[in-house]
Antibody, heavy 121, light 107 residues
Framework: QLHLQEAGSGLVRPSQTLSLTCAVS??????????WTWIRQPPGEGLEWIGY???????SYNPSLESRVTISIDGSKNQFSLKLNSVTAADTAVYYC?????????????WGQGILVAVSS | DIQMTQSPSSLSASVGDRVTITCRAS??????LNWYQQKPGRAPDFLIS???SLQSGVPSRFSVSGSGTDFTLTISSLQPEDFATYYC?????????FGQGTRLEIK
Protein backbone atom coordinates (compact mmCIF):
# COMPACT_ATOMS: atom_id res chain seq x y z
CA GLN A 1 0.00 0.00 0.00
CA LEU A 2 1.39 3.37 -1.00
CA HIS A 3 1.84 5.94 1.75
CA LEU A 4 2.64 9.63 1.36
CA GLN A 5 3.65 11.89 4.23
CA GLU A 6 4.07 15.65 4.09
CA ALA A 7 6.65 17.38 6.27
CA GLY A 8 7.77 20.96 6.73
CA SER A 9 7.18 24.13 8.65
CA GLY A 10 3.63 24.81 9.75
CA LEU A 11 4.27 28.55 10.10
CA VAL A 12 5.89 30.76 7.49
CA ARG A 13 6.47 34.51 7.68
CA PRO A 14 5.05 36.72 4.94
CA SER A 15 7.43 37.20 1.98
CA GLN A 16 9.40 34.08 3.00
CA THR A 17 9.55 30.69 1.28
CA LEU A 18 7.24 27.79 2.08
CA SER A 19 9.11 24.48 1.84
CA LEU A 20 7.50 21.05 2.07
CA THR A 21 8.63 17.53 1.34
CA CYS A 22 6.57 14.43 0.62
CA ALA A 23 8.08 11.12 1.65
CA VAL A 24 6.79 8.20 -0.37
CA SER A 25 6.79 4.64 0.93
CA UNK A 26 5.39 1.43 -0.46
CA UNK A 27 6.61 1.99 -4.02
CA UNK A 28 9.47 3.61 -5.86
CA UNK A 29 8.89 7.16 -6.97
CA UNK A 30 11.06 6.34 -9.99
CA UNK A 31 8.93 3.47 -11.24
CA UNK A 32 7.07 5.59 -13.79
CA UNK A 33 3.44 5.73 -14.82
CA UNK A 34 2.49 8.40 -12.29
CA UNK A 35 2.79 12.09 -11.63
CA TRP A 36 3.69 13.35 -8.18
CA THR A 37 1.36 16.16 -7.29
CA TRP A 38 0.82 19.03 -4.89
CA ILE A 39 -2.67 20.33 -4.11
CA ARG A 40 -3.76 22.86 -1.52
CA GLN A 41 -6.98 23.73 0.26
CA PRO A 42 -7.45 27.03 2.13
CA PRO A 43 -9.46 26.62 5.35
CA GLY A 44 -13.12 26.09 4.53
CA GLU A 45 -12.53 26.33 0.79
CA GLY A 46 -12.07 24.09 -2.22
CA LEU A 47 -9.11 22.33 -3.81
CA GLU A 48 -6.44 24.01 -5.92
CA TRP A 49 -3.94 22.09 -8.03
CA ILE A 50 -0.44 23.51 -7.57
CA GLY A 51 1.47 21.28 -9.97
CA TYR A 52 3.11 17.94 -10.52
CA UNK A 53 6.37 16.35 -11.55
CA UNK A 54 7.25 13.10 -13.26
CA UNK A 55 10.02 10.76 -12.17
CA UNK A 56 11.97 12.07 -15.15
CA UNK A 57 11.94 15.49 -13.51
CA UNK A 58 9.57 17.28 -15.90
CA UNK A 59 7.30 19.61 -13.90
CA SER A 60 4.01 21.28 -14.75
CA TYR A 61 2.68 24.18 -12.73
CA ASN A 62 -0.57 26.03 -12.28
CA PRO A 63 -0.11 29.30 -14.22
CA SER A 64 -1.60 31.18 -11.26
CA LEU A 65 1.40 30.13 -9.15
CA GLU A 66 4.05 29.39 -11.75
CA SER A 67 6.17 32.46 -11.03
CA ARG A 68 6.57 31.45 -7.38
CA VAL A 69 6.57 27.65 -7.31
CA THR A 70 9.18 24.93 -7.76
CA ILE A 71 8.51 21.22 -7.53
CA SER A 72 11.46 18.85 -7.50
CA ILE A 73 11.97 15.12 -7.12
CA ASP A 74 14.68 13.05 -5.42
CA GLY A 75 14.61 9.41 -6.43
CA SER A 76 17.45 8.50 -4.07
CA LYS A 77 15.34 9.61 -1.09
CA ASN A 78 12.02 8.54 -2.64
CA GLN A 79 10.54 11.95 -2.04
CA PHE A 80 9.44 15.07 -3.84
CA SER A 81 9.31 18.66 -2.70
CA LEU A 82 7.45 21.93 -3.01
CA LYS A 83 8.83 25.42 -2.66
CA LEU A 84 6.58 28.46 -2.84
CA ASN A 85 8.28 31.80 -2.45
CA SER A 86 7.07 35.28 -1.55
CA VAL A 87 4.16 33.89 0.44
CA THR A 88 1.24 35.96 1.71
CA ALA A 89 -1.72 35.21 3.94
CA ALA A 90 -3.56 33.96 0.84
CA ASP A 91 -1.17 31.00 0.78
CA THR A 92 -2.43 29.74 4.13
CA ALA A 93 -3.86 26.30 3.43
CA VAL A 94 -3.68 22.59 4.01
CA TYR A 95 -1.11 21.31 1.53
CA TYR A 96 -1.53 17.78 0.21
CA CYS A 97 0.95 15.68 -1.71
CA UNK A 98 -0.58 13.03 -3.90
CA UNK A 99 -0.01 10.56 -6.72
CA UNK A 100 -1.96 10.73 -9.97
CA UNK A 101 -2.13 8.07 -12.63
CA UNK A 102 -0.49 8.97 -15.92
CA UNK A 103 -2.77 6.54 -17.75
CA UNK A 104 -6.50 5.86 -18.07
CA UNK A 105 -8.58 8.52 -16.40
CA UNK A 106 -5.56 10.18 -14.72
CA UNK A 107 -7.24 10.28 -11.35
CA UNK A 108 -5.46 10.91 -8.07
CA UNK A 109 -5.29 7.54 -6.36
CA UNK A 110 -3.31 8.26 -3.20
CA TRP A 111 -3.15 11.34 -0.99
CA GLY A 112 -1.05 12.32 1.98
CA GLN A 113 -2.86 13.32 5.15
CA GLY A 114 -2.13 17.00 4.52
CA ILE A 115 -0.18 19.60 6.44
CA LEU A 116 -1.58 22.95 7.53
CA VAL A 117 0.72 25.84 6.68
CA ALA A 118 -0.13 29.24 8.10
CA VAL A 119 1.42 32.41 6.77
CA SER A 120 1.63 34.92 9.56
CA SER A 121 4.05 37.32 11.17
CA ASP B 1 -8.07 27.09 -17.89
CA ILE B 2 -11.06 24.77 -17.90
CA GLN B 3 -13.64 25.96 -15.38
CA MET B 4 -15.58 23.33 -13.47
CA THR B 5 -18.96 24.31 -12.04
CA GLN B 6 -20.78 22.07 -9.58
CA SER B 7 -24.37 22.30 -8.49
CA PRO B 8 -25.79 22.51 -6.01
CA SER B 9 -23.18 23.96 -3.65
CA SER B 10 -24.97 22.30 -0.75
CA LEU B 11 -27.68 19.74 -0.41
CA SER B 12 -29.74 18.42 2.50
CA ALA B 13 -31.06 14.88 2.19
CA SER B 14 -32.16 11.93 4.28
CA VAL B 15 -30.83 8.41 4.61
CA GLY B 16 -32.27 6.35 1.79
CA ASP B 17 -32.72 9.30 -0.58
CA ARG B 18 -31.45 9.30 -4.14
CA VAL B 19 -29.29 12.34 -4.82
CA THR B 20 -27.68 13.75 -7.90
CA ILE B 21 -24.81 16.22 -8.13
CA THR B 22 -23.95 17.85 -11.42
CA CYS B 23 -20.66 19.12 -12.79
CA ARG B 24 -20.24 21.21 -15.91
CA ALA B 25 -16.97 21.89 -17.71
CA SER B 26 -16.37 25.10 -19.65
CA UNK B 27 -15.20 23.03 -22.63
CA UNK B 28 -15.25 19.39 -23.63
CA UNK B 29 -13.17 17.13 -21.42
CA UNK B 30 -14.36 13.90 -23.02
CA UNK B 31 -14.60 11.52 -20.04
CA UNK B 32 -11.63 12.87 -18.10
CA LEU B 33 -13.84 13.67 -15.12
CA ASN B 34 -13.22 12.29 -11.66
CA TRP B 35 -15.22 12.49 -8.43
CA TYR B 36 -13.78 12.65 -4.94
CA GLN B 37 -15.35 12.47 -1.49
CA GLN B 38 -13.93 14.47 1.38
CA LYS B 39 -14.86 14.17 5.02
CA PRO B 40 -13.96 16.83 7.60
CA GLY B 41 -10.29 16.85 8.56
CA ARG B 42 -9.36 14.26 5.95
CA ALA B 43 -7.83 14.21 2.51
CA PRO B 44 -10.19 13.58 -0.41
CA ASP B 45 -10.71 10.01 -1.60
CA PHE B 46 -11.23 9.00 -5.23
CA LEU B 47 -14.71 7.60 -5.84
CA ILE B 48 -15.37 7.13 -9.52
CA SER B 49 -14.53 8.51 -12.93
CA UNK B 50 -16.74 9.28 -15.92
CA UNK B 51 -14.84 6.55 -17.69
CA UNK B 52 -16.66 4.38 -15.12
CA SER B 53 -13.62 3.46 -13.17
CA LEU B 54 -14.98 2.70 -9.71
CA GLN B 55 -12.40 2.73 -6.95
CA SER B 56 -12.00 -0.63 -5.28
CA GLY B 57 -14.18 -0.77 -2.20
CA VAL B 58 -16.54 2.01 -3.27
CA PRO B 59 -20.15 0.86 -3.02
CA SER B 60 -22.13 0.31 -6.18
CA ARG B 61 -24.72 2.87 -5.05
CA PHE B 62 -22.34 5.47 -6.53
CA SER B 63 -22.63 5.93 -10.27
CA VAL B 64 -21.61 8.51 -12.84
CA SER B 65 -22.87 9.57 -16.23
CA GLY B 66 -21.94 12.09 -18.85
CA SER B 67 -19.26 13.01 -21.31
CA GLY B 68 -18.07 16.18 -22.99
CA THR B 69 -19.15 19.01 -20.73
CA ASP B 70 -21.97 17.71 -18.53
CA PHE B 71 -21.64 15.06 -15.85
CA THR B 72 -23.62 13.73 -12.92
CA LEU B 73 -22.77 11.78 -9.80
CA THR B 74 -25.68 9.81 -8.40
CA ILE B 75 -25.96 8.13 -5.03
CA SER B 76 -28.85 5.73 -5.32
CA SER B 77 -29.66 5.31 -1.64
CA LEU B 78 -27.88 7.57 0.82
CA GLN B 79 -26.16 5.95 3.75
CA PRO B 80 -24.99 7.76 6.91
CA GLU B 81 -21.35 7.50 5.83
CA ASP B 82 -22.09 9.33 2.55
CA PHE B 83 -22.59 12.70 4.20
CA ALA B 84 -19.49 14.58 3.08
CA THR B 85 -18.30 17.10 0.49
CA TYR B 86 -17.97 15.96 -3.11
CA TYR B 87 -15.63 17.44 -5.69
CA CYS B 88 -15.43 16.90 -9.42
CA UNK B 89 -12.06 17.26 -11.13
CA UNK B 90 -11.06 17.42 -14.77
CA UNK B 91 -7.88 15.58 -15.73
CA UNK B 92 -8.12 16.41 -19.45
CA UNK B 93 -5.58 19.21 -19.48
CA UNK B 94 -3.39 21.28 -17.23
CA UNK B 95 -3.96 23.18 -15.10
CA UNK B 96 -5.97 20.42 -13.45
CA UNK B 97 -9.08 22.05 -12.01
CA PHE B 98 -11.73 21.13 -9.46
CA GLY B 99 -15.32 22.10 -8.97
CA GLN B 100 -16.06 24.22 -5.94
CA GLY B 101 -17.55 21.29 -4.06
CA THR B 102 -20.99 20.09 -3.02
CA ARG B 103 -21.62 19.71 0.68
CA LEU B 104 -24.08 16.91 1.36
CA GLU B 105 -25.74 17.30 4.74
CA ILE B 106 -28.20 15.28 6.75
CA LYS B 107 -31.75 16.64 6.67
Amino acid sequence: QLHLQEAGSGLVRPSQTLSLTCAVSGDSISSGGYSWTWIRQPPGEGLEWIGYIYHSGSPSYNPSLESRVTISIDGSKNQFSLKLNSVTAADTAVYYCARARDFGDHHIDFWGQGILVAVSS
Amino acid sequence: DIQMTQSPSSLSASVGDRVTITCRASQSIRTYLNWYQQKPGRAPDFLISAASSLQSGVPSRFSVSGSGTDFTLTISSLQPEDFATYYCQQSYSTPITFGQGTRLEIK
